[in-house]
């Protein structure tokens, strides 16, 4: 009960601030600026009026918001598996950290959206053109706390898994990966959030469906409120996704909280 109340309490603002809105859109008569029951309405035509055996998603929700989400979740997945790879072998190897740190700096350093030309050459428009500009976008946060979390493995644990004779193998999945797991889900968790920005990035300029897809055909006709109405969609979206990640990272992580408070 204490835990709804407390709930309920962070969330008082979030009418206040639909009734102000309401109010300000309805007296200033914009346009641009439709009032929040306006494009509610709008976004449940475009998103969930369909029949209930679908759960009320509409054709279009079934057409894009699967195939947003699956090239999302495609092109983080990989990220993860290049960027806690590459980013372990350069914070466990000092040598190839030095070699290899000016090539990560330099392409971090370059806006995704910069190469979606460069992508669109390489693949055409598609699933690929988009899944390789949320890979590049995403992968260095994941790299450089992947890197920072094997760099940091407390030299005790490790000084153990010597005296017991682990193999690197063993060291490498007992040890450090373990230790350098909160580090990893930082970078995961940052990387989510740019996917889904890089995804409607990618879905405006080559794509023929998706919600980015969405979002511009919306803009393209003039449908300001339908505009809006995927604008929510896709924060929605991006709220689950990151509430889903939080519930898994504090289940998997579960253990090195009760391991610190053991120290």
Known sequence: M?????????LWLVPVVLVAWEAATRLA?????????????RMHEMWFSGPAERLWLTDAALENIPTSVGRLFAGWLLAGVIGVVLGVMLG??????????????????????????????????????????????????????SSDGARHVDRQHLETSTVFGLSRSQRLF?????????????GLRLSLSLALIL???????GSVNGIGFQLLDAQRSYDLPGVWGTIVVLGVLGYLLNSVFLVAERRVLSWHRGANRTT
């Open 199 to 205: 995804m409607v990035i990618s879905e405006l300029v």
């Open 174 to 186: 007992w040890v450090i990966l373990p230790s350098a797991m909160p580090k990893i889900f930082a």
């Open 2 to 10: 204490m835990r709804f109340l407390r709930a309920l309490g962070r």
């Open 92 to 145: 466990r190897s000092a040598l190839l950290s030095r070699f290899i740190d000016p090539l990560v700096q330099f392409g971090r350093a370059i806006p995704p959206p910069a190469l979606l030309p460069f992508f669109l050459a390489l693949f055409s428009v598609g699933a690929q053109m988009q899944i390789a500009t949320i890979v590049f976008g995403i992968v260095w946060p994941i790299l450089l706390n």
């Open 29 to 41: 008569e914009d346009i641009f600026f439709p009032p929040p029951t306006t494009i509610a309405a």
